[in-house]
Protein backbone atom coordinates (compact mmCIF):
# COMPACT_ATOMS: atom_id res chain seq x y z
CA UNK A 1 0.00 0.00 0.00
CA UNK A 2 1.31 3.20 -0.83
CA UNK A 3 0.95 6.24 1.89
CA UNK A 4 2.45 9.56 0.92
CA UNK A 5 2.09 12.13 4.62
CA UNK A 6 2.52 15.92 4.01
CA UNK A 7 3.24 17.69 6.81
CA UNK A 8 5.38 21.10 8.33
CA UNK A 9 2.52 23.97 7.11
CA UNK A 10 1.45 26.71 8.68
CA UNK A 11 1.09 30.51 8.45
CA UNK A 12 4.54 32.99 8.08
CA UNK A 13 4.83 36.75 7.17
CA UNK A 14 6.03 37.34 3.81
CA UNK A 15 9.60 37.04 3.54
CA UNK A 16 9.67 34.33 5.90
CA UNK A 17 10.47 30.25 5.60
CA UNK A 18 8.53 27.26 5.87
CA UNK A 19 9.83 23.20 5.26
CA UNK A 20 7.29 21.18 4.67
CA UNK A 21 8.08 17.22 4.79
CA UNK A 22 6.41 14.22 2.67
CA UNK A 23 7.12 11.19 3.91
CA UNK A 24 6.16 8.33 1.87
CA UNK A 25 5.41 4.37 2.54
CA UNK A 26 5.59 2.18 -0.20
CA UNK A 27 7.95 3.38 -2.37
CA UNK A 28 11.16 4.81 -2.89
CA UNK A 29 12.88 7.46 -4.67
CA UNK A 30 14.53 5.43 -7.15
CA UNK A 31 11.78 3.54 -8.65
CA UNK A 32 8.91 6.54 -7.87
CA UNK A 33 9.35 10.12 -9.30
CA UNK A 34 8.08 12.46 -6.71
CA UNK A 35 6.51 15.86 -7.20
CA UNK A 36 5.07 18.85 -4.58
CA UNK A 37 2.29 20.48 -6.10
CA UNK A 38 -0.03 23.86 -4.93
CA UNK A 39 -3.66 24.61 -5.35
CA UNK A 40 -4.57 28.08 -4.15
CA UNK A 41 -8.39 29.05 -3.26
CA UNK A 42 -10.32 29.56 -6.42
CA UNK A 43 -7.33 28.04 -8.53
CA UNK A 44 -6.28 24.93 -10.46
CA UNK A 45 -3.87 22.83 -9.30
CA UNK A 46 -0.21 23.98 -9.98
CA UNK A 47 2.78 22.05 -10.36
CA UNK A 48 5.88 23.09 -8.52
CA UNK A 49 8.70 20.99 -8.51
CA UNK A 50 9.89 17.01 -10.22
CA UNK A 51 11.86 14.70 -7.93
CA UNK A 52 12.79 12.02 -11.00
CA UNK A 53 13.81 8.51 -10.12
CA UNK A 54 17.20 9.98 -11.58
CA UNK A 55 17.45 12.56 -8.86
CA UNK A 56 17.33 15.45 -11.49
CA UNK A 57 14.92 18.12 -9.70
CA UNK A 58 13.11 20.41 -12.41
CA UNK A 59 11.20 23.69 -10.86
CA UNK A 60 8.16 25.86 -11.73
CA UNK A 61 9.55 29.28 -12.71
CA UNK A 62 7.49 30.56 -9.84
CA UNK A 63 9.49 29.41 -7.22
CA UNK A 64 12.81 28.98 -8.88
CA UNK A 65 15.57 30.43 -6.16
CA UNK A 66 13.44 30.25 -4.04
CA UNK A 67 12.25 26.36 -3.20
CA UNK A 68 14.86 23.64 -2.86
CA UNK A 69 14.14 19.89 -2.65
CA UNK A 70 16.01 17.87 -0.85
CA UNK A 71 15.84 13.80 -0.05
CA UNK A 72 15.66 11.53 3.15
CA UNK A 73 18.44 8.94 3.59
CA UNK A 74 15.95 6.58 3.40
CA UNK A 75 15.00 7.57 -0.13
CA UNK A 76 11.19 7.83 0.83
CA UNK A 77 11.50 11.44 2.57
CA UNK A 78 11.17 14.32 0.29
CA UNK A 79 11.52 18.23 2.16
CA UNK A 80 10.10 21.13 0.61
CA UNK A 81 12.65 24.26 1.86
CA UNK A 82 10.75 27.16 0.99
CA UNK A 83 12.01 30.93 1.62
CA UNK A 84 11.92 34.20 0.54
CA UNK A 85 7.98 33.40 0.79
CA UNK A 86 5.52 35.72 -0.52
CA UNK A 87 1.53 35.75 -0.65
CA UNK A 88 0.82 34.27 -3.71
CA UNK A 89 2.55 31.51 -2.01
CA UNK A 90 -0.31 30.59 0.23
CA UNK A 91 -2.31 27.29 -0.73
CA UNK A 92 -2.72 23.62 0.15
CA UNK A 93 0.54 21.75 -0.79
CA UNK A 94 0.46 18.31 -1.82
CA UNK A 95 3.02 15.90 -2.59
CA UNK A 96 2.60 13.27 -5.51
CA UNK A 97 4.54 10.26 -6.77
CA UNK A 98 4.14 7.90 -9.65
CA UNK A 99 6.05 4.96 -11.36
CA UNK A 100 6.43 6.38 -14.55
CA UNK A 101 5.06 9.96 -15.12
CA UNK A 102 5.32 12.81 -12.76
CA UNK A 103 4.77 16.58 -13.16
CA UNK A 104 1.20 16.61 -15.08
CA UNK A 105 -1.07 16.14 -12.14
CA UNK A 106 -1.78 12.51 -13.81
CA UNK A 107 0.31 11.20 -10.49
CA UNK A 108 -1.14 8.03 -9.13
CA UNK A 109 -0.52 8.51 -5.50
CA UNK A 110 -0.82 11.49 -3.92
CA UNK A 111 -0.71 13.38 0.16
CA UNK A 112 -4.04 14.69 1.75
CA UNK A 113 -2.22 17.87 1.58
CA UNK A 114 -0.68 21.06 3.71
CA UNK A 115 -1.82 24.50 4.19
CA UNK A 116 0.93 26.87 3.61
CA UNK A 117 -0.45 30.44 3.88
CA UNK A 118 1.65 33.63 3.74
CA UNK A 119 0.35 36.97 5.55
CA UNK A 120 1.37 40.01 3.89
Known amino acids: VVELVESGGGTVQAGGSLRLSCVAS????????MSWYRQAPGKKNEWVLT???????IYADSVMGRFTVSEGDAKNKLDLQMNNLIVEDTAVYYC??????????????WGQGTQVTVSA
Open 26 to 33: GVTSSSFC
Open 51 to 57: HDTDGSI
Open 96 to 109: AADSDLCGLGSEEY
